[in-house]
């Protein structure tokens, strides 16, 4: 068996043993590493980390072996042995047949732990009564996760990541740009309605290209803003005392900034 090689791994993902093999019985195919982790078979090229063919272990149904060609052929959920389907892999090293019969026991393991855990869940769905819909609708999703569960949840998380990059980062300065356009927009009805017609309804142009024709409105905005001066903190008012005089009930309140 191999060293652990610095492959990129799933969250909770171990791996567990690691045999050399090549994907298909072709001798010209390229020689690599099989790796079996609690989560997947996965094959990488020699010297590279990067993953080239994956097999979830949920989605195994059976698989077929010819120790004679030291080959170990799985096959997956919706594959049609008739049809010759299934992933073909050759182990190569000097104790190929060790490595086959390693790797035939922990799939087999894997198997066992699929079956008696899908047939748990079933008998406990079928002894619950109607009136537990929302216990019934868990255990089918929970079903469902043990045979499809990880590949799901790695292709839902790429997606989301996928969707997070192409969400704009608002910096302050762009902001502050939003904040510039917005003021204008409510102070102008006739640019309101313009920006309304051209960006929002027709869609003639996007937000970028209308106010870049209007950039000097933007720059006013910004001046004015800038220019404006700033009244008193509240926190100096509470130190304010009125002064009075003998003479007269008059109150008086001096502010000196």
Not at 175 to 196: C, D, F, I, P, Y
Request: glycine share 6%.
């Amino acid at each position: 068996m191999w060293k652990d090689a610095k492959v990129k791994l799933l969250d909770g993902e171990e791996i567990v043993c690691q045999a050399s093999a090549q994907i298909g019985s072709d001798p010209s195919n390229p020689r690599g590493i099989l790796h079996y982790t609690n989560k997947r078979l996965i094959w990488t090229k020699t010297g590279s980390s990067q993953v080239k063919h994956c097999i979830y272990l949920r989605k195994i149904t059976k698989y077929q072996e010819n120790r004679k060609a030291k080959i170990l052929k799985i096959i997956q959920e919706g594959e049609l042995v008739e049809k010759g389907e299934g992933t073909i892999i050759k182990f190569l090293s000097d104790s190929a047949i060790k490595d086959l019969e390693g790797f035939k026991k922990i799939i087999d393991l894997a198997l066992k732990i699929k079956r008696r855990s899908i047939l748990g869940k079933r008998k406990t769905l079928e002894g619950l009564e109607d009136e537990n819909p929302n216990k019934k609708k868990k255990l089918n999703e929970s079903i469902c996760d043990e045979l499809f569960g990880d590949e799901e949840k790695t292709n839902n998380e790429e997606k989301k990541k996928e969707e997070e990059a192409k969400v704009p980062i608002l910096t302050n300065k762009k902001v502050q740009e939003t904040r510039q356009q917005a003021r204008l927009l409510a102070g102008s009805a006739a640019l309101s309605h313009l920006h309304k017609t051209l960006v929002q309804d027709n869609k003639c142009i996007n937000e970028d290209e209308f106010w870049k024709s209007r950039n000097k409105l933007l720059i006013q905005e910004k001046s004015r803003t800038q220019l404006q001066p700033r009244g008193l903190a509240n926190g100096l008012l509470t130190h304010v005392v009125p002064s009075t005089t003998e003479s007269c009930n008059k109150k008086q309140f001096v502010v000196t900034p």
